[in-house]
């Protein structure tokens, strides 16, 4: 055992990531499915579907299309598009449907992926000690502090919610969503392109090889077989003291 971070292999790292996401994405969806029951998202979502369908046999077209397709139809075919569209925006009923899709749709997500990270990423690692999820307890990792003392819980919960949930996912997803809904255009997809370059040169770059979310964290990595655990920084610094004197004690004068 050795005090310095004994930082772990890139690919152990990533074995354990994609362990850990599959299951909090399992837990996500079943965290949704859950809530869209309570929410009644169904009701509202049907109530849509049949309204689309609806206009869209009446009139001959299709909503759901990108902004380039509805730009490359023909004069004949926009127009019957616009007035579809104003015909399913004249149903009171409808418009509700639809403003409530959105919202629940971005609630159901926003809740569903907040409770699968908190679980996953704070509350296990709480209760298996030293930062571990599943994933990183089965490939022999776990979390410590840049200078090699346990992690504590506000950094765990600094980890998990502001980088693993906010910057790393849910910033992209949001992105994702409007860019597919048309609210944004080009600039969405710039941002999602800097977030991953920042993410692989904080990987690449930092002594420590750690992610968006241990550099916010102050967190680090490491093998557990072969890490030194400090419980305080006065520890290691007492520790650091005794092998300096043990070995100053061995040398020949």
Known sequence: MVYDLQKASLWKRIAAWMFDMIIAGVLAVGIGMLLSGLLDYNSYNGTLEQAYTKYEAEYGIRFEISQEEYQSLSPEIREKYERAAKALNAEEDVVLAY??????????????????VLIWEFAIP????????????????????????????????TRALLGKFTIETMIPIYIIMMLFWGIMDVTGTLILLGLLIAEIAAIAVTRTNSALHDLLAGTAVVNIDSQMIFRSAEERIEYQKKVAAEKAARQTY
């Open 99 to 116: 403003n409530m899709v959105v919202r629940l749709s971005l609630l159901i997500t926003t809740l569903g992926i907040l409770a699968a």
């Open 126 to 157: 709480l209760f298996l000690g030293n930062g571990q999820t599943l994933g990183k307890k089965i490939f022999g990792l776990c979390l410590v502090r840049t200078d090699g003392v346990r992690v504590n819980n506000l950094q765990l919960f």
